[in-house]
């Protein structure tokens, strides 16, 4: 009598095999898309792009509080920037908090007429704020239409992130929209991997010993 090897999956087995095989490819395109999504965000940022000429108003400016840079707490400036009438709310970049936040750093705006170079945001990145009413010069966000009510001021319906050097000391180093895409893709293809490791070891552990007359 001679033994040979024979494929006889167990059902519990397959059952699980194809679980965590669906498991693991939903993660992949979870993580391809996020990766698509950046791609794409960076691509429509870039046509965001745009230059205006006009004069900073520093009376009205804000510190957006909580805004870290390389371990190091500050914050990011906003200034608005008078356009033909109107005024568009500018984030300058970010300047690092002094040693108590009983006193704002001292900022440096550009007087007269300035060149801003930027890309438009519908929004600005968002904390958590539990105050119903953001008021002062220190502030977790900025509301554009809660902005106009305060200062009276006509604003354009868009923030303008600043890329464009000026002589005001600010960190302008922004977070690139795409960044993160090679991380997406390569733990798409881990949890890919996954899918087919699952299936190889289901396959190869299947295949039990069988005695043969």
């Excluded at 965001?48 to 707490?73: E, Q, W």
Aim: aromatic residues 10%.
């Amino acid at each position: 009598m001679v033994s040979g090897y024979s494929f006889r999956p167990r059902g519990w087995a397959l059952a699980l095999t194809v679980a965590s095989c669906a498991a693991f490819i939903a993660l992949g395109n979870w993580q391809a898309r996020r990766a698509d999504e950046k791609r794409a965000l960076g691509a429509q940022l870039e046509t965001n792009r745009i230059t205006l000429d006009g004069t900073f108003l520093p009376d009205y400016t804000v510190f957006l509080d909580n805004k870290i840079r390389n371990h190091r707490a500050g914050y990011e400036v906003v200034t608005p920037l008078r356009v033909d009438g109107d005024h568009v709310l500018v984030n300058r970049g970010w300047t690092e908090a002094g040693p108590t936040r009983d006193v704002l750093p001292q900022v440096r705006t550009p007087a007269g007429r300035v060149h801003v170079e930027g890309i438009t945001l519908e929004r600005l990145p968002r904390l958590l704020n539990l105050e119903s009413k953001a008021t002062g010069k220190v502030r977790q966000s900025l509301d554009l239409g809660e902005f106009a009510a305060q200062t009276g001021l006509r604003l354009r319906p868009y923030f303008l992130e600043q890329h464009s050097p000026a002589d005001d000391d600010l960190a302008r180093d922004w977070p690139r929209p795409d960044a993160g895409v090679a991380m997406h893709e390569s733990y798409s293809l881990q949890w890919y991997s996954f899918a087919v490791l699952a299936a190889v070891l289901f396959i190869v552990l299947s295949f039990r010993r069988v005695a043969q007359d």
